[in-house]
């Protein structure tokens, strides 16, 4: 009887503590469990944390420091001729009217160099197109009041024939040639390469000077003139408009022979005046770089149909005449080092035939803008 009682006893105790270790374990492990989540629920909340909290804003010295400057457009008074000069600058032309261009360009389109040539000198152009020796008879009349700043188109002068009689510059003489650019590259050109083929200007051949090249077509049409000299792009619009006219000489190919490769023929340039160069240099390199960019648009294959439709807006030519005529204009942009060998031998050979066609004397180093 005791014997059962005490085995009941000992049964209910360690049914007793199995109950308590279980509940003890329990106990333990929701602990566990409670602070594993506790874990991940703190590193929740403090990478949320983070996530919220606002950048710091930048303090003033910095926002200077990193932000670049923005420079202030510089009214700039622009003057280009209609012909390949001003076909070179469409590009710009356009930017400019759109409000795109680094500077504010007031442009004017002339039809001749006499247009241009007295405001450079009184200062009302800051930036001009000009033939490349009135360049330098600027820099003479001025005493160093201009500078040249680029180059900007080469040879572009052909001497057009209504009938067949010119084969070579000896079939000039006792001719009548009409021409443009009088007191300018073409005049001086035509000059020496005469000249170096044996024939004295007014006096073996005739020449008559016309102010503008639009003047020229009408006689060559109406048979008055059977001779021209015209350059690039009116050549073609001549060619365009009368299938009796051709290509008689090309007077560039005629210079190389003359000169015997001392020079190129360099036609245009861009002229600043020296004291909006020393004032404005950032806007005048501004100016360089657009204007470099604008030749390299309108004399590629890509935009050469655009560049022809703003040729008619900016009334230069009729767009599809400058279709044809922009590849043949021989619009380039030459600067620096490169510019300056070109156009100084070119003055070279023109002071050695003519001191006048230079304005007298050859520039001095100091004509020569670079950057």
């Known amino acids: 009887m005791r014997k059962n009682k005490f085995s009941k006893l000992l049964s209910m105790f360690l049914a007793l503590t199995m109950t308590l270790s279980l509940a003890s374990c329990g106990s333990a492990q929701s602990s566990t469990e409670q602070k594993e989540n506790s874990g991940v629920t703190d590193t929740v909340i403090e990478q949320e944390t983070e996530e919220e909290q606002p950048a710091e804003e930048p303090s003033e010295e910095e926002t200077e420091e990193t932000q ?10 622009l003057a280009a001729l209609k012909g390949p000069t001003a076909l070179g600058m469409l590009d710009l ?29 009184s200062g009302d152009l800051d930036i001009a197109a000009v033939p490349t020796n009135v360049a330098s008879t600027l820099y003479n009349k001025t005493q160093g009041g201009v500078k040249l700043a680029a180059l900007n188109t080469m040879g572009v002068l052909y001497i057009l024939e209504k009938g067949d009689s010119i084969q070579s510059v000896a079939d000039l003489a006792g001719k ?8 300018s590259t073409p005049e001086y050109a035509l000059n020496l390469v005469l000249e170096k083929n044996g024939l004295t200007p007014g006096e073996d051949v005739t020449i008559v000077y016309k102010d503008e090249h639009a003047e020229i077509a009408p006689l060559l049409a109406s048979g008055e003139a059977e001779i021209a000299l015209l350059p690039q792009p009116f050549v073609t619009s001549v060619l365009t408009q009368n299938s009796d006219v051709r290509v008689a000489l090309d007077l560039t190919e005629e210079w190389d022979k003359a000169v015997e490769g001392q020079s190129g023929l360099t036609m245009g340039c861009v002229v600043v005046r020296s004291e909006f160069a020393e004032n404005n240099k950032e806007a005048l390199d501004s100016f360089l770089d657009e204007y470099k960019a ?10 050469l149909s655009h560049a022809a439709e703003l040729s008619e807006k900016y009334d230069i030519m009729k767009a599809a005449v400058a279709q044809q005529a922009i590849p043949e204009c021989n619009i380039v942009f030459v600067e620096g080092d490169e510019m300056q060998q070109i156009a100084s031998g070119f003055l070279q050979v023109l002071y050695d035939a003519n001191p006048q066609s230079v304005g007298g004397n050859l520039p001095n180093e100091d004509f020569y803008y670079k950057r």
């Open 68 to 77: 670049e400057p923005v420079l202030e457009k510089v009214d700039i008074n």
């Open 93 to 121: 032309l356009e930017k400019n009217d759109n409000g795109e261009a680094a500077n504010n360009y007031n442009v004017t389109l002339a039809g001749a160099p006499d247009e241009i040539v007295g405001k450079i000198v």
């Open 176 to 183: 009548t040639i009409y021409a443009t650019g009088q007191g």
């Open 294 to 303: 604008s030749v390299e648009t309108v004399t590629s294959e890509e935009g």
